[in-house]
């Protein structure tokens, strides 16, 4: 037993029924694939179609799509968001932090500010006082025990020198000091500066002690006087004539130098405090850039989600018919019916073809039913039955069903449906079969009232009826205007009226291709609507002339006579002058032909009955 291929599990796929398929390739074929737009747009309009519930199921797929496509993202952008914020919380942790430190630690601005910020203690102070001069921290040890010496000498000179003097004043020889000169205010020199009251007015004493036993205060001393030999012997000196003259002198020039060093600190600390405040103000002002950073990239985060929602919201709410219209393209696209490019559509030769058969079936319902009867099967049987593809609808009723599930299952494995072309049919073999050539006039006279339209549906309508006789026939579409051309059925139906009317090359041609057929059967059917009136010669056209035309026509008759069992009809489309019918009348009478008056119209009845006639049954 044959198993078929299981496809429970594929989803049922959607495509128009039968008649709504009918009807779409007959308006793809008569108006190109832009008559697709127009057809969906009629068929939604009814409420049963299959095309207005396939646009309800869109609706409801399209808003759950929605829906979860929102959430989805919603939370990327979400995401996205929170990092970039993450980022930029680091960015303005680590903005320029090292730099700022930095420059903050080698400014020493936190040192520089005032004395009254820094509260520092007494020994600080006297170090302060001994860094006064550059020179004061150069003093060796020996220099130091030199000094020792020296002071000892000079106290020791100092109390004799001012023994004499004392005496010399006793002895009325000499004259005191005024009252009030000799010892300075007390705290004079730390009222000088109000950070270095209370409790600070002890480090007077520290000070008076340093004059009088610090070398390092000595050298400073002896700086500030002069320097060298001069400035030591100018400090002994008055250090011995009046110690109490000499501190004075020793505190106001202290006092001097410190309100010196306090201004200049004061004028780098403010320079300091400057330099402070720009490297707040850079920083603050590269924080607000970072912020400004920030905040463009967040608004251009909410732009892109606004933008991608809403693309994404129109590619899922792209008009209905849009996307209809793309799975019947892709539908037809698999059957063979078009080729797509993009999005441009063509129409394929296998639409042609099923549309042939659409025709065909339309204009057998025209003519009666006595003709349209032998169009079941033709040739001689034999009571030997074979499968083969259905090539007509009507030829439904001997399907082999086993081998066209088979067949559609196999080519179209996504699918529940059989398609028309994997429909196979019992067929009986025929004995015979025949050979047609079906020439058409495709002249710039057929452009009017629709004739070239007309011929070419006829064309299609007998090829469908040829190829349904008898698998085996052979039919041959030759299309004249000034040349001739033998095509397939893509190409007459693409084919425009231009030019004049060949019908001498038109039946050359029809003879080279009947003349080694091996068919029983040879049949030429010529359609036109005019006299000949060009001709060829020397592998040239000419046109306009019709004497040699008609001759040319004559002559290329005659050689279609010599081809046995060949038969010829010739059908007018909408005569107007009687010499029409007398040139074809000439030509017909050449091939012992029929002649058929028509219009438009009736074009492809007129032609399916004759066929009927001549066949082989």
């Not at 084919?495 to 001498?504: I, K, L, M, R, W």
């Not at 059967?521 to 040239?540: H, M, Q, S, W």
Request: aromatic share 8%; net charge neutral.
């Amino acid at each position: 037993m044959f198993e078929l291929p299981r496809c429970d599990d594929l989803d049922e796929d959607w495509f128009l029924t039968n008649d709504e398929k009918r009807e779409l390739i007959i308006e793809m074929a008569t108006k190109g694939t832009g008559a697709m737009d127009d057809y969906l747009k009629r068929v939604a309009k009814d409420k049963n179609s299959t095309v207005a519930k396939r646009i309800q199921k869109i609706r409801s797929d399209l808003e759950k799509q929605s829906q979860g496509f929102k959430k989805l993202l919603t939370d990327r952008y979400d995401r996205k968001r929170k990092n970039l914020s993450n980022t930029y919380k680091r960015i303005r942790e680590r903005s320029r932090r090292d730099e700022f430190e930095s420059s903050l630690s080698d400014s020493k601005i936190g040192n520089m500010i005032s004395l009254e910020d820094l509260g520092i203690e007494e020994d600080s102070l006297i170090d302060i006082l001994l860094d006064l001069d550059k020179y004061g921290r150069k003093v060796s040890r020996l220099g130091r025990l030199w000094f020792r010496i020296k002071e000892t000498f000079v106290k020791i000179f100092g109390a004799v020198f001012r023994f004499f003097a004392w005496l010399l004043i006793k002895l009325h020889i000499l004259h005191p000091v005024e009252p009030g000169h000799d010892m300075p205010p007390p705290y004079q020199f730390m009222l000088s500066f109000g950070a270095m009251r209370s409790p600070y007015a002890s480090v007077e004493s520290n000070l008076n002690e340093a004059i009088s036993s610090s070398p390092d205060m000595a050298q400073v001393i002896k700086n500030k006087m002069g320097g060298g030999m001069k400035g030591a012997l100018k400090a002994a000196w008055e250090k011995m004539l009046n110690p109490r003259r000499f501190k004075k002198r020793v505190q106001q020039m202290v006092a001097d130098e410190l309100k010196d060093k306090l201004k200049e600190t004061r004028e780098e600390s403010k320079k300091k405090k400057e330099e402070f405040e720009r490297l707040l103000e850079a920083e603050q002002k590269r924080q607000e850039e970072i912020q400004e950073e920030e905040s463009k990239k967040v608004r251009e985060l909410d732009d892109d989600e606004r933008e991608e929602m809403n693309r994404q919201y129109r590619e899922m709410s792209k008009s209905p018919l849009k996307k209809i219209k793309e799975e019947i393209s892709d539908e037809l696209e698999k059957m063979g019916l078009v080729e797509k490019d993009g999005d441009e559509i063509a129409i394929t030769s296998r639409l042609i073809d099923i549309f042939s058969e659409i025709v065909f079936s339309m204009e057998v319902k025209n003519i009666p039913s006595h003709y349209a009867s032998k169009f079941g099967g033709g040739g001689v049987s034999t009571g030997i039955y074979n499968t083969r593809r259905m090539r007509s609808l009507n030829e439904m009723s001997r399907m082999d069903i086993v081998r066209s599930m088979v067949e559609s299952r196999i080519n179209n494995p996504k699918s529940h449906h059989i398609y028309n072309e994997n429909i196979y049919i019992y067929d009986e073999e025929k004995g015979s079969w025949q050979h047609v050539v079906l020439a058409f006039d495709k002249s710039g006279s057929m452009a009017d009232n629709r004739k070239m339209e007309a011929a070419k549906r006829a064309v299609l309508a007998l090829y469908k009826a040829v190829k349904n006789s008898n698998v085996n026939n052979v039919i041959d579409l030759v299309s004249f205007d000034t040349s001739v051309n033998v095509m397939d059925l893509m190409e007459v139906w693409s084919s425009e009226p231009n030019g004049f009317t060949n019908t001498g090359e038109a039946l050359k041609v029809a003879g080279e291709l009947l003349r080694d057929s091996k068919t029983s059967k040879k049949n030429i059917y010529l359609i036109t609507d005019g006299l000949p009136e060009a001709y060829t010669a020397n592998g040239r056209e000419y046109a306009g002339d019709f004497e040699k035309s008609m001759e040319y026509a004559l002559t290329y008759a005659e050689e279609l006579k010599k081809i046995p069992t060949l038969k010829f009809t010739i059908i007018l489309l909408e005569v107007k002058d009687e010499k029409f019918i007398d040139a074809a009348k000439k030509i017909s009478k050449v091939l012992n032909g029929n002649i058929i008056l028509t219009n438009p119209k009736k074009l492809a009845s007129e032609l399916l009955i004759q066929y009927s006639k001549t066949r082989i049954v």
